[in-house]
Nanobody, 124 residues
């Protein structure tokens, strides 16, 4: 049974930083691509960043490129999202997700497992 548990969310002022973590269990972490998505009330869940199983390939949404960095540590079965220069429009519930393939993907439809989410709030 795959489980994904996010942590690291919170309240931060605009311009600040946060690092989200997602600990995965239930199957071999290093085999599968991972992603971060976010959602605000009344809107669809949107892509933020993705990383391939080996960590070589990464993609970012235009809105976060240059400010956010996705990474993974297979020894710790953990996915990270370093978020810098945060803006109020980054406020959302952030979810990590796992594909059943190794290639990175920005489509939420291609992810099979999801965490419960962690709230990020950026004040102006």
């Amino acid at each position: 049974q795959v489980q994904l548990v996010e942590s690291g969310g919170g309240l931060v002022q605009a311009g600040g930083s946060l690092r989200l973590s997602c600990v995965a269990s239930g199957r071999t972490f290093s085999r599968y691509a991972m992603g971060w998505f976010r959602q605000t009330p009344g809107k669809e869940r949107e892509f933020v960043a993705t990383i391939s199983n080996g960590g070589i390939t990464t993609y970012y949404a235009d809105s976060v490129r240059g400010r956010f960095t996705i990474s993974r540590d297979s020894a710790k079965n953990t996915l990270y999202l370093q978020m810098n220069s945060l803006k109020p429009e980054d406020t959302a519930v952030y979810y990590c997700a796992q594909r059943s393939r190794g290639a990175a993907s920005g489509s939420r439809l291609e992810y099979d497992y999801w965490g419960q989410g962690t709230q990020v709030t950026v004040s102006s």
